[in-house]
């Protein structure tokens, strides 16, 4: 009795043993004689010992934070550049057989993607089209990773560093250009005022009296500034006598003049 309980307890031992749990967040990747058997789902599964052997895969979306990159742009300027990637895997038989450190891996296939991709680009695209290059970059991580069972699903680009000698070159082409569209903002005002002034004259001109109730306006404007100002207001019509007066004795002196010539 005594080798049977014996016996006993090591069956249930071994059987205890092999029983191995898997989360819903995670998969089994089964071996058996170490060729892949198949995969394990969510739940309690029994694992011979010696003969069989499995690995959990996390099949949860992961964070990879590329570190900061020194690349030179198309136009041949330095700038360090980092980012973060998220992926996932969809296949884990294959992200343990096709791979041997799939994190590892993406991470290094970041960098030198990252690389090259700001190598492709000039400056301006690089600071404009941010999103652009980051999706063009998702895509080609997908493509190389699909092999591996991984799914990148984003890149995004987080920080990048220019030199400070080329701070002050974009500072100053920045400051350039609000001085050039201040010039040009100014002309417009300009020019919009004179056609006003224009168009306000022709129709001052052709409306009967409209010149005199602008200059009543006018002086009613200034009345009520605080100031020591005097102001003589002359009617149109004086003014226009008066030019007749000098009219006629210029032509008075013309005659004086062509008298003297004659004699």
């Known amino acids: 009795m005594g080798i049977l309980n014996f016996i006993f307890i090591i069956i249930v031992f071994i059987i205890l043993a092999s029983i191995k749990q898997i ?12 060729k892949f058997s198949r995969i394990l789902n969510p739940g309690w599964h029994i694992v011979l010992p010696v003969i069989q052997s499995f690995r959990k895969i996390d099949i949860r979306t ?12 198309k136009d041949n300027v330095s700038v360090k550049i980092n980012a973060v990637l998220y992926y996932k895997i969809f296949d884990a ?7 041997e450190n799939y994190n590892y891996a993406v ?25 652009k290059i ?4 998702c895509q080609i991580l997908d493509t190389a990773t699909d092999p591996w069972g991984i799914k990148v699903e984003n890149v995004e680009l987080k920080d990048i560093s ?4 080329m701070k002050r070159v974009i500072a100053k082409v920045a400051e350039a250009e609000r001085e050039k569209q201040a010039v040009i903002t ?3 005002g300009e020019l919009e005022a004179s056609n006003n002034l224009a168009e306000a004259a022709r129709k001052m001109s052709s409306a009967p009296g409209a010149l005199h109730l602008r200059t009543l306006a006018t002086l009613n404007d200034l009345s009520s500034d605080q100031s020591n100002t005097v102001i003589f207001a002359i009617p149109i019509e004086g003014l ?8 006629v004795g210029k032509s008075e002196i013309q005659k004086e003049n062509g008298k003297k010539e004659k004699c």
């Not at 038989?93 to 791979?99: G, H, Y």
């Not at 960098?111 to 941010?130: F, I, K, P, W």
């Not at 006598?241 to 000098?246: H, S």
């Open 23 to 34: 989360n819903e967040f995670q998969r089994g990747v089964l071996f058996s004689f170490g």
């Open 62 to 73: 992961k964070t990879v934070d590329v570190p900061e990159q020194e690349a030179i742009t």
């Open 93 to 99: 038989s294959k992200a343990v057989i096709a791979v």
């Open 107 to 131: 991470s290094q296939l970041a960098q030198t993607t990252m690389r090259n991709m700001v190598g492709a680009v000039s400056l301006d695209e690089l600071l404009a089209e941010r999103e």
């Open 134 to 137: 980051s999706s063009a970059m």
């Open 162 to 165: 220019l030199p400070e000698e």
């Open 186 to 188: 100014k002309a417009t």
């Open 240 to 247: 226009e006598a008066l030019k007749g007066i000098a009219n």
